[in-house]
Nanobody
Framework: QVQLADSGGGLVQAGGSLRLSCAAS????????VGWFRQAPGKEREFVAA????????YYGDSVKGRFTISRDVAKDTVYLQMNSLKPEDTAVYYC???????????????????WGQGTQVTVSS
């Protein structure tokens, strides 16, 4: 099993940037596809981005395309989510999640992810 620790959230003004980190322990991160999801109060948890086990492929939700970038540092067993041009509607708790590298179906489906971080709050003020 792998344990995930996400961090890097905070309060930022609209138009600003934040970088979230998801650090793995327990098993090597390269065995997993890693995704970021977010959940705003009263809303469903939604897909933000995901990256393949090798880092060669990345996927984004429509609302963040062109503003967010997901990347991974294999040596550090860490995945990052660089968030630029933040908007108030990006305010949410952000969670990193992982699933087996062999489970390539439904990359944006939260039900396919087996492991979750504890979440980190991102608040964007207008």
């Amino acid at each position: 099993q792998v344990q995930l620790a996400d961090s890097g959230g905070g309060l930022v003004q609209a138009g600003g940037s934040l970088r979230l980190s998801c650090a793995a322990s327990g098993r090597t991160f390269s065995d997993y596809i890693v995704g970021w999801f977010r959940q705003a109060p009263g809303k469903e948890r939604e897909f933000v981005a995901a990256i393949s086990w090798s880092g060669g492929s990345s996927y984004y939700g429509d609302s963040v395309k062109g503003r967010f970038t997901i990347s991974r540092d294999v040596a550090k067993d860490t995945v990052y989510l660089q968030m630029n041009s933040l908007k108030p509607e990006d305010t949410a708790v952000y969670y990193c999640a992982a699933k087996s590298r062999w489970n390539t179906a439904a990359i944006s489906a939260k039900s396919h992810y087996n492991y979750w971080g504890q979440g980190t709050q991102v608040t964007v003020s207008s």
